[in-house]
């Protein structure tokens, strides 16, 4: 690693303070590229790795089959902490109505695009027999911010500070100029699967941050890329564990971290990695235990309802709507007549009919706009799991009842809570 010393001269300064307009020096940060193997650790951060990646390894190994419908709740946590990081507010019911209707405002749909660019991560980018390309990772990031075009910086950036000039900024990247030949030793470690995927996710994550190679969206590409190294090396098959809700817990320890990586200290940034890793697998295996008992429950209500009013069968048969609405709300929270009808091949009339059923039964609540229109269904129970995850992972994991984070989404409402744990 070395510093490059550059001016600060702004051309255009209207815009600017008086104070960000003084030109001056400062330092930008290249760091060194990564060899393809991974380096050697001392014991403790070796230690913390493997204690992580047998973690993950067994949460994945529980869960098996249940990831398949938990992964797009736990990559919408995930989304919704990288927003937090960032500064931006959403929960994950505005979030869900905003992915379906493709509307709502600018947070929710920047939130959305983090959503699906993370999903196009891992499918495209976790097979193990293609190479990562820059030009993937400059797709990644265009999907995140389809706004910006596509392509990295050719200008200086930097990160924190309180003003728009990079004197005063908390960290400044390398020049533009060094920007491509860092991303292509980059993407050639991440096309690399051999030693520990704890570790090679840990620095990719880092180095990727530090060379923070577009203009915006450096963070969600980043985060999204600790799920790529994870599942190309197979260390997940299953699930998808939102490692950077528990960064969101603990901003200014994320940056300290970032900070210790960049000054050659790895062994710190690996062990808080690894210890962000152990609990957000753990609380991916009680997400998933929370919402196979949530489905128990609901169709037991489900049941009681229908009994209450007489309906026949009191058991719907083993195809009715109504049960497969009930079996994917935890893939699909909100729904609409539209969506019921084309995910289900049924008719709009017998879509309604079994929203109807679900709201009336209390499983469902009827979300409607600023007029009054209904809109949508929501699952609101399945959906206040997914807010007291991702409270849970930026606590430390566990319950949040007596421990609450300092931000990030409130308390879903009682009547969303019902009998479910807070945390």
Not at 106 to 122: G, K, P, Y
Request: charged share 25%.
């Amino acid at each position: 690693m070395y510093y490059v010393d550059l001016l600060w001269s702004p051309e255009d300064a209207a815009h600017l303070s008086r104070r960000d307009r003084a030109p001056g020096r400062y330092r930008a940060y290249v760091p060194e590229e990564l060899p393809p193997e991974l380096p050697r650790l001392s014991r403790e951060a070796e230690e913390a790795a493997s204690d992580a990646l047998a973690v993950l390894s067994r949460a994945d190994e529980r869960i098996g089959t249940r990831g398949r419908y938990l992964n797009h709740l736990l990559i919408r946590s995930e989304s919704i902490s990288s927003s937090w990081i960032e500064g931006n507010r959403v929960t994950p019911k505005k979030l869900a109505i905003a992915e379906l209707l493709r509307q709502g405002n600018r947070v929710a749909l920047d939130v959305v695009a983090n959503v699906r660019a993370t999903e196009e991560a891992i499918e495209a980018l976790a097979d193990r027999e293609r190479t990562i390309a820059v030009a993937d990772l400059e797709h990644l990031q265009h999907v995140i911010e389809p706004s910006l075009a596509p392509g990295i910086r050719v200008e200086q950036n930097w990160v924190g500070g309180n003003g728009w000039s990079p004197l005063r900024a908390d960290f400044v990247p390398p020049p533009e100029t060094e920007v491509e030949r860092l991303l292509a030793n980059l993407t050639a470690f991440l096309t690399e699967t051999g030693g520990n995927p704890i570790v090679r996710a840990a620095l990719a994550h880092a180095q990727f941050e530090t060379i923070h190679p577009f203009i915006d969206g450096n963070g969600r590409t980043g985060r999204a890329l600790i799920h790529t190294v994870l599942k190309r090396a197979d260390a997940l098959r299953h699930i998808l564990v939102p490692i950077s809700t528990v960064f969101a817990g603990d901003v200014d320890a994320y940056i300290a971290g970032l900070t210790s990586y960049r000054a050659r200290n790895v062994d710190a940034w690996v062990i808080g990695f690894a210890q962000a890793t152990e609990i957000a697998a753990s609380n991916a295996v009680r997400l998933a235990d929370d919402i196979a008992r949530l489905d128990d429950a609901l169709l037991q209500q489900l049941l009681a309802y229908r009994r209450s009013q007489g309906l026949a069968p009191e058991s719907p048969r083993a195809d009715a709507v109504v049960l497969k609405i009930l079996g994917r709300l935890s893939r699909d929270p909100v729904v609409t007549i539209d969506s019921v009808a084309e995910a289900h091949s049924v008719s709009r009339v017998a879509a309604n009919n079994a929203l109807t059923q679900l709201a009336d039964a209390r499983i469902l609540g009827r979300s409607k706009d600023h007029k009054g229109r209904l809109v949508c269904w929501t699952a609101d129970k399945h959906l206040a799991l997914v807010a007291l995850t991702e409270r849970s992972n930026r606590v430390g994991g566990g319950d949040t009842a007596n421990k609450k984070p300092r931000q990030g989404p409130p308390v879903p409402p009682g009547d969303a809570l019902g009998t479910l744990r807070e945390g």
